[in-house]
């Protein structure tokens, strides 16, 4: 997992090392300013661009530190902001004990034709909310529009480091030099694309920062034993298929198949099992008679139009048709069990307006799931993972918009019985499918994917 921090989270780590450990304020700030440094080519001229807060003091510290190094330096201020405070306020007085002079231009546009080289982003840093305005809003428009590649300090100016929408206009940077750890903007989609290349600069912390929220990483799946047989990787059960619509019965059972299931059997409406069964031989296929077997591990119910859940107290999967109105509460309140709506499912379970931008997901995510046992895989672009009676969220970073088509959830659904069934738990399995459902996607990118094309790559993910 790598953890992703808001700005509150990352301040605790700082100051834990500052206040706990001991370690000196400006250290750590010598220690991003040289990591940064050493990501700008050799023999190009710095354009330094410092703000009035600390990020301004780490522009600072580096404009110093590549003086030193012989490099052509220079210092601008979208205004002048009178005197820098604390750390920043040194910083300043260091870079003016070498001459140096902080610099600013009524007119930034026309400055930057003049440019050669590399533009250092010092401007706004964690304690950015709000949109930018006024003359920094100015600096940065003409920054994006001068075609410079741009270094940015922890982050580009103008996102909000704990969100994934922008709050306003921000700067495009080439590479960005993040200091410590991940934040929440360098992770997440639409404001990582304005990250550029990300750099973790490590700075002297004395622990590792908590965080309520964690990428997904390629999961660790359980060795298998020289002489395991089919009953040593458990018996799915899938309760899909109606009149016209087979096909989502064939991909759960294809996804369960496909991450290794030992047994899959579907029970399907009478009408449809014939044509289920011919096109996926490799699982039983029986009419649905009220009943699952008993020897089943895992039980997978929706796909293909079934909205009756049967009674079962084993582990579940709940899926597509049935994911009914108003019944979110009811699912992640029982232990075992995993839901997979997509965000029109997964408004309609818990009753709640529509999710369209990325933070509302996350907000409602963690609103509906937080330390419930349920556990909730919101799907999508950067599909959200909570609950499982923990707090915080999983994001799956595979994929891309090309597997948006119908049947796609279906594969997913049953991969994550299939990884259940092989004895992971409901979180992991379910962050599993999720990560090699997107990483199959991702070796064929672009539009026109069909669900049987992810189905055929598993194999091959699961054995890298």
Known sequence: MI?????????????????????????????????ALALLPPGEPIHVLAGPGNNGGDALALARLARWQGRTVQVWAPSIWGEWRGDAAIQAR?????GGEVQTAADPAELMRTWRGWVVDGLFGLGTTRPLEGMALT??????????????LDLPSGLDPGA????????????????????????????????????VIPIPLDRAPKSAMQLLERPVLPTREWNAHKGSFGHV?????????SGAAVLAALGAL???????????????????????PEAMVRAWQGSVPQDADVLLVGPGGINQV????????????????GEGRRWMDRPGTAITPHPGEFARLFRLSRPLLMDERLA??????????????LKGAQSVIAGGAREDLWINPTGHPGMATGGSGDLLAGMVAGFRAQGLPMREAVAAAAWFHGAAGDRLPGAGLLPTDLAGLLPELLRA
């Open 237 to 245: 059960v899938i309760r899909a298929g109606s009149l016209g619509m």
């Open 94 to 98: 260091l870079w003016r004990g070498l």
């Open 164 to 199: 994934a929408e922008l709050p306003g206009e921000a700067v495009r940077a080439t590479r960005t030099a993040c200091f410590g750890a991940l934040k929440v903007c360098h992770g997440l989609l639409p404001a990582r694309d304005f990250c550029g290349v990300v750099s």
């Open 310 to 325: 049967p009674d079962w107290d084993g582990p579940l999967v709940v899926d597509a048709s049935a994911l009914r109105e």
């Open 258 to 280: 496909r991450v290794g299931a030992g047994l899959v059997t579907v029970l399907s409406e009478p009408e449809v099992r014939a044509e289920i069964a011919a096109q996926v």
């Open 139 to 152: 600096w940065v428009r003409a920054l994006n529009a001068s075609g410079l590649p741009v270094l940015a």
């Open 364 to 377: 409602q995510a963690r609103q509906v799931a937080s330390g419930r046992p349920g556990v909730l895989l």
């Open 3 to 35: 953890p992703l921090l808001t700005a509150d989270e990352m301040r605790a780590a700082e100051r834990q090392a500052i206040e706990g450990w001991g370690i000196p304020s400006l250290t750590l700030q010598e220690h991003a300013a040289l990591g």
